[in-house]
Every structure is written in C-alpha cells, then in structure tokens.
C-alpha cells in the first residue's frame, strides 16, 4: 500500500542552526501538508501547498519556514534557524482530490 | 477561531464497545475525520464522513454525525488491545485544506 515517507526519523540539533525535514509524499497526490506536534499538545498545521505554491500556512509558520518541492518526489520543510521551542514531531501529510490525507510516521527534531 | 474538544481519557474491557466523542465548532466543516496514533507512530486515518451523512460504518467502526449538535463520535465494537492508541478527531472546513485537530484520547483496552 502507497504511504508517505519521511526521514529522518530523528533529528537532533543545535539552536540557532538550520534544519530540512524532508518527505515522499504518496505518488500521485496533489496536495502536501507539514503539520507539527508539541509534545502533549494538539497536532497543528503549518502549511499546505498545492500547484507548486503555498496555498495557506498558519500563524506559526513564520519567515524562519520555508517549503519546497525540489522534484517530482520529495516535499521538504526549513527550519533556518532552530529555537528551542521547535521541538516536536513534524509530520507531513499528502492526498489526491479526495478528501482523506494521509500522514508519514513523523520526525521527531530536538532543539538543544 | 475553529476548535475541535476531545475527552483525553477512556478505560474500557476487552470485547465492549469503545465511544469516543468529538465536538468542533465551525459550522462550514465539510469533512470530518478519525485518525489513529499507535505509540512512535504517525496518524493513521482510520475513517471520515461527509457533513451531509449522520452515519459512516466500516467494519467494526460506525461514525455518527449530529451537525446540528456540532458533535462527532466513534463507536468500536468488539474492542480487542490493538484499538489501544490515541484517537484523533479532526475537521476540515470549508474552502479550506487544513485539518483541524482535538488534543486527542487515549483508549485504554484492558482485559
């Protein structure tokens, strides 16, 4: 069964440096999705795009972000310049023109 | 803003039927969904409904939708252990792509 993949599984690295998060989204699908989970908080969006554009992003997801889909495959999220509170699970999502997105299993990226 | 309420807890014995419930406040929402989160995993989405629909079965899981109520919930019958996870309700409103998420509840299966 297709599924989304995304690496590394686990992050760790030092405030203040740069950070991709990358993602195979399932082939086919149109839509990508980077949402993100605190630890013990709800999972909440970052930014969807559609048509090689940013469709619409979140409050949270501010000039320190950017998204980019370098090739046919990959889906990747930036983080220039890592804060402590960017710790979480990152987790990308695709869907085809039906209504269900489907997520990878989720980076985990620890700021120290 | 939107907002989606979830109960964070519920214990139930192997073989009952589990309910999870779910209420979220924009009206526009035209998708609603149920996602699964097994530890160290991502969110499996497990089933949604259309905002016209007030019933979804698939298995051994029945969704039912009160639109007037703003309320969503997820019935599992038979629940066996592997149901144990957290349980994610999520909406999508209208125009929109995003889902929004509750904070999620964690069903407990013990024998």
């Known amino acids: 069964e297709p599924e989304v993949t995304q690496t590394p599984s686990h992050q760790v690295t030092q405030m203040g440096q740069e950070v991709i998060l990358r993602c195979v989204p399932i082939?086919?699908?149109?839509?990508f999705y980077w949402y993100r989970q605190i630890l013990g908080q709800k999972v909440e969006f970052l930014v969807s795009?559609?048509?090689?554009?940013?469709?619409?992003k979140s409050e949270i997801f501010d000039d320190q972000f950017s998204v980019e889909r370098p090739d046919g495959s990959n889906f990747t999220l930036k983080i220039r310049s890592t804060k402590l509170e960017d710790s979480a699970m990152y987790f990308c999502?695709?869907?085809?023109?039906?209504?269900?997105?489907?997520f990878g299993q989720g980076t985990r990226l620890t700021v120290v | 803003g939107e907002d989606v309420e979830q109960s964070l807890f519920l214990s139930v014995r192997e073989g009952d039927s589990s309910v999870i419930n779910c209420t979220y406040t924009?009206?526009?929402?035209?998708?609603l969904y149920w996602y699964k989160q097994e530890p160290g995993a991502g969110l499996q989405l497990l089933t949604y409904?259309?905002?016209?629909?007030d019933m979804k079965q698939d298995q051994r899981l029945t969704v039912l939708l009160n639109k007037k109520d703003k309320h969503l919930s997820l019935r599992i019958a038979d629940t066996q252990t592997g149901d144990s996870a957290i349980y994610f309700c999520?909406?999508?409103?209208?125009?929109?792509?995003?889902?929004?998420f509750g904070a999620g509840t964690r069903l407990a299966v013990h024998p």
């Open positions: 082939s086919n699908h149109l839509y």
């Open positions: 999520a909406e999508r409103g209208g125009g929109y792509n995003k889902l929004i």
């Open positions: 999502a695709s869907r085809d023109t039906g209504p269900g997105a489907f």
């Open positions: 924009d009206s526009s929402s035209t998708y």
């Open positions: 795009f559609y048509n090689n554009e940013i469709s619409e």
């Open positions: 409904i259309f905002s016209n629909m």
